[in-house]
């Protein structure tokens, strides 16, 4: 089994704290409710939602190319705004891939915003790193993108949260 990493950081005018809730915390609920077409729903298999050990199935929205994941909560730092965890299963891992496991930081800057540093790590069975392209990792992050920029602006719009 091989890996694949790549990182990516994406700056953001938002509050580290106010990002991490959103971003980690209550992305559970929040992004079904901004990006239906992305998750249509999270269920809880295993503990609370966010220690280290949950489980949940993540079910993606309509016209999705992909059903379902199953997410494990790896580690989870409120203090230091540090979230781990892995896919372990669904169609999302086409066959080729064991795992893919996320470490995710929220970063405060001195501006008052903050950074989203973001590691993927692909895990890959056997000879399945030639199906991973650069065009899938791009495809992913340009989903993560969206995904965050999406929480930014339900953020903006909603500044007491």
């Known amino acids: 089994m091989g890996a694949i990493t790549y990182d990516m950081e994406i700056p953001s005018s938002i509050p580290a704290s106010n990002m991490f809730k959103a971003i980690v915390l209550d992305a559970d609920t929040l992004i079904p409710k901004i990006m ?3 998750i249509k729903n999270v269920e809880i298999l295993e503990g609370d939602g966010t220690c280290a050990g949950t489980v949940k199935i993540i079910h993606f929205g309509e016209g999705n190319k992909f059903k379902s994941v199953k997410h ?5 730092d409120a203090e230091n705004m ?3 965890y892995s896919i372990i ?3 999302a891992l086409m066959g080729v891939v064991e795992s893919i496991t996320y470490h995710i930081k929220i970063v405060p800057t001195e501006d008052g915003g903050c950074i ?3 590691r993927s790590i692909y895990n890959v069975k056997g000879d399945g790193h030639h199906e991973i392209t ?3 990792i791009k495809e992913g992050k340009e989903k993560a993108m969206a995904m965050f920029k999406a929480i930014e602006a339900h953020l903006h719009a909603n500044p007491d949260y």
């Open 82 to 84: 540090t979230h781990s």
């Open 72 to 76: 494990r909560v790896d580690a989870l």
């Open 36 to 38: 239906p077409h992305a």
């Open 89 to 91: 299963e669904g169609d």
């Open 116 to 118: 989203c540093k973001n």
């Open 134 to 136: 650069e065009d899938k």
